[in-house]
Antibody, heavy 121, light 105 residues
Framework: QLQLQESGPGLVKPSETLSLTCTVS??????????WVWIRQPPGKGLEWIGS???????YYNPSLKSRVTISVDTSKNQFSLKLSSVTAADTTVYYC?????????????WGQGTLVTVSS | SYELTQPPSVSVSPGQTASITCSGD??????ACWYQQKPGQSPVLVIY???KRPSGIPERFSGSNSGHTATLTISGTQAMDEADYYC????????FGGGTKLTVL
């Protein structure tokens, strides 16, 4: 059974860089069938796609966040990571990592439990 | 950028059929997915490729997609189906609808 686990600081100061890592277990991040994605959800609000990465390192970002986002992958550790720079209070949300099919309409079939990141001084 | 629109809320009586819509430009030409999210939990995929159910999803969940609207239908709705539901499509990137709160009362 595939599992994804987010890790990283739960508190980040304004203007600093948020860094999260997703560890994948029970399956290989190097599969050609999937993207690995970051999604966020402000408390009580809807889902927002942040970006995706393929195991080769190809990345795709939400245009509204593109200038601040970097997603990377470490296949040796079966991990992928998110960096979001110049954070503000608006970036206080639950961050999910997940697996997304590259075909079949691109459904997201496995999600991490999510981690709340608060931006505050 | 591509947008998907959902009604904020839908109410249904237990045992009745609930329908949740998702609208987008020529959405019928794309594949639609649906997710169920209960409070404090991660979303769960309930429908993909318009009308396919992942393993473990009850048969009462079904989907359709035509024209500009995709629809998630829950037949014989149960109290446990009360949740937020999100549609999703792919338009060169992943796009989510704003979500619909399903109330079973």
């Amino acid at each position: 059974q595939l599992q994804l686990q987010e890790s990283g600081p739960g508190l980040v100061k304004p203007s600093e860089t948020l860094s999260l890592t997703c560890t994948v277990s029970g399956g290989s991040i190097s599969s050609s069938s999937y993207y690995w994605v970051w999604i966020r959800q402000p408390p009580g609000k809807g889902l927002e796609w942040i970006g995706s990465i393929y195991y080769s390192g190809s990345t795709y970002y939400n245009p509204s966040l593109k200038s601040r986002v970097t997603i990377s992958v470490d296949t040796s550790k079966n991990q992928f990571s998110l960096k979001l720079s110049s954070v503000t209070a608006a970036d206080t949300t639950v961050y999910y990592c997940a697996r997304q099919y590259r075909q079949l309409g691109h459904p997201i079939d496995y999600w991490g439990q999510g981690t709340l990141v608060t931006v505050s001084s | 950028s591509y947008e998907l629109t959902q009604p904020p809320s839908v109410s249904v009586s237990p045992g009745q059929t609930a329908s949740i819509t998702c609208s987008g430009d020529k959405l019928g030409d794309k594949d639609a997915c649906w997710y169920q999210q209960k409070p404090g939990q991660s979303p769960v995929l309930v429908i993909y490729q318009d009308n396919k159910r992942p393993s473990g999803i009850p048969e009462r969940f079904s989907g359709s997609n035509s024209g500009h609207t995709a629809t998630l239908t829950i037949s014989g709705t149960q109290a446990m189906d009360e949740a937020d539901y999100y549609c999703q499509a792919w338009d060169s990137s992943t796009v989510f609808g704003g979500g619909t709160k399903l109330t079973v009362l």
